[in-house]
T-cell receptor, first 112, second 113 residues
Framework: GQQLNQSPQSMFIQEGEDVSMNCTSSSIFNTWLWYKQDPGEGPVLLIALYKAGELTSNGRLTAQFGITRKDSFLNISASIPSDVGIYFCAGQLEDSNYQLIWGAGTKLIIKP | EAQVTQNPRYLITVTGKKLTVTCSQNMNHEYMSWYRQDPGLGLRQIYYSMNVEVTDKGDVPEGYKVSRKEKRNFPLILESPSPNQTSLYFC????????????FGPGTRLTVT
């Protein structure tokens, strides 16, 4: 089936560092979303992107819908301990009907 | 409080014993969906529903059934569970106009022995 390649798989960072992660595919997407999952909970929507080139911020988080419509990026500035968790990208394919394709997730860990 | 609730949160059962996981939302959302989450595989959609009495298969529907008799409820039924259905299950809901902006329940961890 269709795949999203999400990288990195995991990140160890120092508090205060900036974080970048991305999702890529060989397919074209109409929508990109970024979710965060805390331990023991369901994913929570962070940012939704609906247009190629769109750049959207939510506090310290910024996400972009790639110009080619095949990728998306999420940046977190000045990370804090509560940023720990798993971040998922999800995309709606150009020719799909209400289905999302999900990346495998990026696990963010803050070094003590 | 706007939320999606699932019950039970944890379930251990044996192969072949029929079970139902309930899902309910209080946001008047038309769209509801079931996912399973397995390590390294992200979220995979099982079934979704655009509205009452309208359901469709997702990526991994085999071995599962759903029904949507009321707008707020979307139960997941495993008629004859098998060990390969051991997983973490999430229910989600959203507005039909923005079905991709989904609100997730807290998850149900199912173990089939």
């Amino acid at each position: 089936g269709q795949q999203l390649n999400q990288s990195p798989q995991s990140m160890f960072i120092q508090e205060g560092e900036d974080v970048s992660m991305n999702c890529t595919s060989s397919s074209i997407f109409n929508t990109w979303l970024w979710y965060k999952q805390d331990p023991g909970e369901g994913p929570v929507l962070l940012i939704a992107l609906y247009k190629a080139g769109e750049l959207t911020s939510n506090g310290r988080l910024t996400a972009q819908f790639g110009i080619t419509r095949k990728d998306s990026f999420l940046n977190i500035s000045a990370s804090i301990p509560s940023d720990v968790g798993i971040y998922f990208c999800a995309g709606q394919l150009e020719d799909s009907n209400y289905q999302l394709i999900w990346g495998a997730g990026t696990k963010l860990i803050i070094k003590p | 409080e706007a939320q999606v609730t699932q019950n039970p949160r944890y379930l251990i059962t044996v192969t072949g014993k029929k079970l139902t996981v309930t899902c309910s939302q209080n946001m008047n959302h038309e769209y509801m969906s079931w996912y399973r989450q397995d390590p390294g595989l992200g979220l995979r959609q099982i079934y979704y529903s655009m509205n009452v009495e309208v359901t469709d298969k997702g990526d991994v529907p085999e071995g599962y059934k759903v029904s949507r008799k009321e707008k707020r409820n979307f139960p997941l039924i495993l008629e004859s569970p098998s060990p390969n259905q051991t997983s973490l299950y999430f229910c989600a809901s959203g507005l039909t106009g923005l079905p991709y902006e989904q609100y997730f329940g807290p998850g149900t961890r199912l173990t089939v022995t």
